[in-house]
């Protein structure tokens, strides 16, 4: 198979990657994923000290689209890369000259030359910034309607619950919310 190096080799990878395989299997019903033998301090939670969120974004995917050693990186991860950068791509409408330099960055960028082999859930924030970057992007220059501010606020709420300083991107929105209040008072 196209696929046959692409499975997970490092233990964060193989944790990541079983506890997205029991999500899809039985949900939140599984065993538990602990360190020292202590389970997590929320008991609805028995998915390790990151809780439940991250097995059960990649869990469902895997129920969508099957669970096989390279599904974390083909279906989740470069799926939500790839469906961010079509976000970005709607929303900025780039010209010629603008794709290649997006193509560039994306075939540059270490970060991401380095994670995209790994089942490791650092593209899934990528992902994220790259969504956030279309959510502001549509705000600055379409304007800031409820209709975009409602999902965006969405959005940076549901990247917390996976990466809790994804929240810190609430202060940008502030501002930017701010000061188109502040014109509309002036």
Not at 69 to 91: D, E, F, H, P, R
């Amino acid at each position: 198979s196209c696929f046959s190096g692409l499975f997970p080799a490092l233990a964060d990878e193989v944790l990541y990657w079983h506890q997205a395989a029991t999500f899809r299997e039985v949900g939140f019903d599984g065993g538990y994923y602990t360190e020292y033998e202590r389970p997590a301090p929320a008991s609805f939670s028995r998915f390790y000290a990151w809780g439940p969120f991250v097995p059960a974004v990649y869990g469902m995917i895997g129920r969508i689209m099957g669970w096989w050693g390279y599904s974390a990186i083909v279906w989740a991860n470069m799926g939500m890369v790839t469906a961010a950068l079509a976000a970005l791509m709607a929303v900025n409408r780039p010209k010629p000259r603008q794709l290649l330099w997006i193509a560039i960055v994306m075939a540059t960028f270490l970060p991401f030359l380095l994670y995209a082999p790994r089942s490791l859930t650092e593209l899934k924030n990528q992902a994220f910034g790259i969504r956030l970057a279309a959510g502001f992007g549509l705000i600055l220059l379409r304007g800031t309607s409820w209709q975009r501010v409602i999902p965006l606020i969405l959005l940076i709420l549901l990247a917390s619950t996976m990466r809790l300083t994804w929240a810190l991107m609430l202060f940008p929105l502030a501002l930017v919310l701010a000061r188109r209040w502040w014109h509309i008072l002036l």
